[in-house]
T-cell receptor, first 111, second 114 residues
Framework: EAQVTQNPRYLITVTGKKLTVTCSQNMNHEYMSWYRQDPGLGLRQIYYSMNVEVTDKGDVPEGYKVSRKEKRNFPLILESPSPNQTSLYFC??????????FGNGTRLTVT | DQQVKQNSPSLSVQEGRISILNCDYTNSMFDYFLWYKKYPAEGPTFLIS?????DKNEDGRFTVFLNKSAKHLSLHIVPSQPGDSAVYFC?????????????FGKGITLSVRP
């Protein structure tokens, strides 16, 4: 089954403790992206990647890092999480000219 | 500056009636528009799209209308069903290709009453 898989689905952590949210897709898509969804703000892009070893900032990249060492994986790294990064995160991928496929989301709470 | 606006946060309609979800945009470079549907605890899923060369695209019960001069699009669902209850996001991009970035609106919560 074609899918985008994120892990974990839920995560509660404390301020400053580094964490990684993994994202993997099995559709051989070149393009991958991370979004966060917040009440009243919709979906905002954090980072995106056009291909392996090619990443770029989206609209709200501060406090996040990404890497794209392999085509299928695009982890989101929070080196020092803060409470304002409490949010619902979505990874997505797509083929050229096609709509985005989203994962089921990771709900992160930073206390 | 919000480039894609969904000004109504929610909409409630009776089963069997038409649902009309509106979306406005400000960036005149946008020429490809999409609607995504999101259920709780799931990621958004693609519903329907339209490019600027068309003013209407239909897929079963779902029709999207585009008015470029007014920078406005709308999603019509006829007839509405309880299973259509979800959050609907309007999205836009400048180029429908690998380099395009999708800009999303805030979403509209649709409730279809049985």
């Amino acid at each position: 089954e074609a899918q985008v898989t994120q892990n974990p689905r839920y995560l509660i952590t404390v301020t400053g403790k580094k964490l990684t949210v993994t994202c993997s897709q099995n559709m051989n898509h070149e393009y991958m992206s991370w979004y966060r969804q917040d009440p009243g703000l919709g979906l905002r892009q954090i980072y995106y990647s056009m291909n392996v070893e090619v990443t770029d900032k989206g609209d709200v990249p501060e406090g996040y890092k990404v890497s794209r060492k392999e085509k299928r994986n695009f982890p989101l790294i929070l080196e020092s999480p803060s409470p304002n990064q409490t949010s619902l995160y979505f990874c997505a991928s797509r083929a050229q000219g096609s709509p985005l496929h989203f994962g089921n989301g990771t709900r992160l709470t930073v206390t | 500056d919000q480039q894609v606006k969904q000004n109504s946060p929610s909409l409630s309609v009776q089963e069997g009636r038409i649902s009309i979800l509106n979306c406005d945009y400000t960036n005149s470079m946008f020429d490809y528009f999409l609607w995504y549907k999101k259920y709780p605890a799931e990621g958004p899923t693609f519903l329907i799209s339209i490019s600027s060369i068309k003013d209407k695209n239909e897929d079963g019960r779902f029709t999207v209308f585009l008015n470029k001069s007014a920078k406005h699009l709308s999603l019509h669902i006829v007839p509405s069903q309880p299973g259509d209850s979800a959050v609907y996001f309007c999205a836009a991009s400048a180029v429908p290709g690998a380099n395009s970035k999708l800009t999303f609106g805030k979403g509209i919560t649709l409730s279809v009453r049985p």
